[in-house]
């Protein structure tokens, strides 16, 4: 089950508009496990480096209540030992050869990294399999990973904006929806985790048939494949199949809980909220665009408006996901220095949104918006994790990473009528709430 | 024929062979007319140039009664100019996913540019517009200076920034640029006269080095810098020659800020570090990295005090000072201190372990091989930090040099145990029990920083 996809095979002409630059293959393992490995050469001479990625498709909309901030915490176990190999080994091998390692948690999917020299990828695809299958949570370490998860709880809460976002985030979601608890967790759950309830969360998401694996650098596929097979091949699990977004949860006509906070920081700040489909959804590309050009880019209409020629915010910022399994919530971010002459600029906004539900979006702001997606994918294939981080979002929310090579034509698909349509079902008044975020008197 | 062909592929190899470890390629020097000196590096495959003018201003340029100017001039630099308003300047920049960005630090400041080649004569026309011909706004200062008003009071910025600040406060004092910090009644005095006079000074073709890095075409680039570049004329030329001192740090001093209802108390250890271009540069960035790894190993792994805590240094904006930091429970706080103690005891007295300092070896020089992109490559040539390029090219030979004795001779020297400045940022009233055990503390009050010197 090889497979061979050339998105361009030369780089030296690859300043006409085209997606990824490099060569993609892929393989499915007997135990269900998907590899994609692009090939992209060395950029210094001599030593070639490669990006491994494994994605998991667990997150914190995986948590029942009473283990809420479990996938988070799992993300740092991850890296203290399996029956095999300590925390210690685990570091020690990937120091001793200059591996860049981390990990990341969102609501649905937690992805493991490794940035190493190709000579090193065999041993680290060794380990990545080892703790795909022999993790092992002693309440000892969990004890000291809980404090520490624990502390990036309260770095959080230490910082002004971030402890609003979470205060906030309260009041986003109905009771019961995948997203509705921060993906940091509840600290008074964190710090009591036992390792009984981490093994069974483990043994639950931890397995070939829920992950995949991405392999970005200077290597030949086929070598990479043997090693896969060698290493992730050996976990014997029988593969299972997820539907995406399984389990609708439907965000239009539903309402945030508040629409006035306050904060210790003498800015206001009014954030608009509105439903917003997910990846999967047929609206998701013409929505996306939508909060592009009106919103979020730094050319976006209402930076040049409030920003840039109307001096009435200091900023238009879109927070958050904006690719999700699950239908959700925006929050967009508006900045100002606290006056009651603010009013206007929440007036401005609907007037905005309004006139886009009306006539649709500048077709010159399209087009921008098209070339800048086509120049960006040349400027981004300089860099490994981010050919990784496009074919694994690919893979993870369109269940094909191919899907990453024609992401700009479902742009480009995107009419004005679609534009009009989407933006009234998710962004006409009745839609919209804005909190408005405040300094206590 | 066939084996003459042979013999030159195989001397081919083996020049390629023997130059494939060093990451740093030839450079081309070139200077325009108006004296503006230029690097040309090739970096990468990909169509893209990479321009990055570094300016020799920041921080240590501004006087008492200046503070903040550095980083208000070079933030309403980008917002419009004679040529381009800034909504059209971004426009164009969107369209060609172009980036022009600056950045400024104590000693320097960087102006970058991106972009296709295709889009070369527009992103040279772009960056030249705002180096040159910036208009510095009236609305647009203001704006800028509200902001960062709103964003930095002292009483509401987390305990992280606090102890930073006054970190630098008691190491360098408020007689020397980077002990002061701007505040409200100073700051507002700033008018926009001042900063035109600020960047006439400093922006200026000979106070500026160049480095362009990517896979461009030269002769064209050269074509494009002199249209761009070459009218540019300025009445200060040479670089400018303005250095500080750096203050003794002879002693442990032990300093608290008070910050009502914080979670979480901030600690900042600060030290003497190499000056810049001394032979131990080196060898004390290896050393460092390591005790920052220690510290993590010990403070995080072990008793799992805290998220994260660094040593921190760096060679392209050395103040002359190194510096440890982290966030800790407030009942840790103090253990903290004894825990950071025992690992500066250990490493000053034993040095490093062979295996550690392979690791870190290895962490470094991977950083060297594995840069991808234009700009970072260009940020390794920084003319104003490394001003032989020459030795650039031989690091990695000195990295393979290094052992433990040439490490444990700058542990002697910059690691010592009896000497830092600490201060600790957090809530006085729950750190009270904590803070009576530290001898001769002094505690600063928030308005301390606002005089100048």
């Known amino acids: 089950m090889k497979r061979l996809l050339i998105f361009l ?18 393989t499915l393992l007997a135990n269900g496990l998907k590899v994609i ?60 050869v200059g591996a860049e390692w981390n990990a990341y948690t969102t609501f649905d999917r937690t992805v493991y990294h490794e940035f190493l020299p190709v000579a090193a990828l065999d041993m680290a695809m060794m380990l990545e399999a080892d703790r795909m299958q022999n993790l092992d949570v002693t309440q000892e370490i969990l004890d000291t990973e809980r404090e520490v998860v624990g502390q990036e709880y309260r770095n959080g809460i230490s910082n002004w904006y971030r402890k609003m976002q979470l205060d906030r985030y309260a009041m986003l979601y109905p009771q019961g929806h995948p997203y509705a608890v921060d993906v940091i ?37 086929s070598d990479v494949f043997k090693t896969a097979a060698k290493t992730f091949g050996a976990i014997y699990v029988v593969p299972e199949q997820i539907a995406v977004g399984s389990g609708y949860h439907p965000m239009l006509n539903t309402h945030v809980k508040g629409l006035e906070m306050n904060m210790d920081f003498p800015l206001q700040i009014y954030c608009f909220s509105f439903p917003q489909p997910p990846a999967s959804d047929k609206d998701f590309f013409a929505f996306d665009m939508i909060m592009s050009v009106l919103f979020s880019d730094d050319n976006s209409i209402l930076n040049e408006r409030l920003v840039k020629e109307e001096h009435s915010a200091f900023g238009v910022v879109s927070v958050g996901e904006a690719w999700s399994l699950f239908p959700s919530r925006t929050q967009v ?28 979006l500048p077709q010159e702001k399209m087009n921008d918006f098209i070339s800048n997606l086509e120049a960006s994918q040349i400027m981004g294939a300089y860099y490994a994790e981010n050919i990784a981080h496009e074919l694994g979002m690919a893979e993870y929310y369109f269940r094909d990473y191919k899907k990453a090579d024609t992401m700009i034509d479902s742009y480009k698909a995107v009419t004005q009528e679609d534009i009009k349509r989407v933006a009234g079902d998710y962004m006409r008044a009745e839609q919209v709430d804005v909190i408005n975020i405040k300094p206590a008197e | 024929m066939k084996k003459i062909a042979v013999v030159f592929l195989s001397l081919f190899c083996v020049s390629a062979f023997l130059e494939e470890k060093d990451p740093f390629p030839e450079i081309e020097k070139y200077k325009l007319k108006n004296g503006m000196e230029i690097l040309f590096a090739d970096f990468g495959q990909l169509p893209v140039t990479s321009v990055n003018m570094f300016f020799n201003v920041g921080t240590k340029n501004e006087t008492p009664g200046q503070q903040g100017m550095c980083m208000l001039t070079t933030d309403v630099l980008l917002m419009g100019n004679e040529k381009y308003s800034r909504v059209e300047q971004d426009r164009c920049l969107f369209r060609i996913a172009g980036d022009i960005s600056v950045s400024s630090n104590s000693n320097f400041t960087i102006v970058s540019a991106d972009f296709l080649n295709k889009d070369s004569e527009m ?70 006269a001042q900063i035109r006079e600020f960047y006439s000074f400093n922006f200026t073709p000979g106070n500026c080095k160049v480095v362009i890095t990517g896979k461009c075409d030269r002769v064209k680039m050269k074509e494009l810098l002199e249209k761009c570049f070459g009218g540019w004329s300025a009445p200060y030329g040479e670089m400018n020659s303005s250095a500080y001192d750096i203050p003794a740090i002879k002693d442990k001093e032990y300093f608290f800020v008070a910050k009502a209802n914080a979670e979480q108390a901030a600690i900042t250890w600060t030290k003497r570090a190499p000056e810049a271009g001394s032979k131990d540069m080196l060898a004390f960035r290896v050393a460092n990295n390591i005790f920052s790894d220690y510290l993590m190993n010990e403070i995080r792994e072990k008793r799992g005090y805290t998220y994260g805590i660094y040593s921190a240094f760096s060679e392209g904006d050395n103040t002359g000072v190194f510096r440890a930091s982290t966030q800790v429970r407030n009942e840790v706080m103090y253990s903290t201190l004894e825990a950071f103690d025992v690992v500066l005891n250990d490493f000053y007295a034993k040095g490093p372990q062979q295996k550690d300092l392979d690791k ?14 234009p700009g970072s490559f260009a940020m390794l040539i920084n003319p104003l930090v490394y001003k032989d390029y020459s030795k650039r090219k031989g690091v990695l030979a000195e990295f393979d040099k290094l052992d433990l004795a040439a490490i444990n001779k700058v542990i002697k020297k910059y690691f010592t145990p009896d000497s830092y400045k600490v201060v600790i940022a957090g809530n006085g009233e729950v750190l009270n029990a904590q803070l009576t055990k530290l001898t001769a503390l002094k505690r600063l009050e928030l308005g301390v920083i606002e005089r100048d010197e």
């Open chain 2, 360 to 373: 870190i070896k290895a962490r470094m020089r991977a950083g060297l091989m594995s840069i991808e992109d």
């Open chain 1, 185 to 221: 967790g509840n600290l008074d759950e964190v710090t009591s985790f036992t390792s009984e309830q981490c093994m069974k969360f483990y043994n639950e998401h931890y397995s070939p048939g829920k992950a995949f694996v991405i392999i970005v650098g200077d290597v030949k596929h």
């Open chain 2, 123 to 192: 992103g040279m026309g772009l960056l030249s517009s705002a180096i040159m011909k910036p208009l510095f706004r009236q609305q647009d200062v203001d704006e800028q200076k509200e902001f960062y008003l709103a964003t930095n009071k002292t009483d509401k910025i987390d305990a992280s920034q606090l102890a930073g600040i006054y970190g630098d406060y008691v190491t360098f004092g408020l007689q020397h640029p980077l002990g002061r910090h701007f505040y409200e009644a100073q700051f507002n005095k700033i008018t926009t």
């Open chain 1, 9 to 26: 095979s030369c780089i030296f002409i690859a300043e006409q508009a085209s997606a990824f630059v490099y060569p993609v293959f892929d």
């Open chain 1, 333 to 360: 971010d508006v900045f100002m220095p606290p006056s009651p002459g603010n009013l206007r600029v929440k007036k401005a906004i609907r007037e905005e949104i309004d006139d886009v539900i009306a006539n649709g």
């Open chain 1, 37 to 96: 490995v692009c090939e992209k050469p060395a950029t210094v001479a001599g030593e070639g480096f490669a990006e491994l990625e494994v994605w998991y498709r667990v997150g914190s909309k995986d948590e029942k209540d009473g283990t809420r901030g479990m996938a988070h915490l799992f993300e740092h176990m991850m890296f203290r030992g399996t029956k095999n190999y300590s925390g210690e080994t685990f570091t020690h091998r990937m120091d001793s």
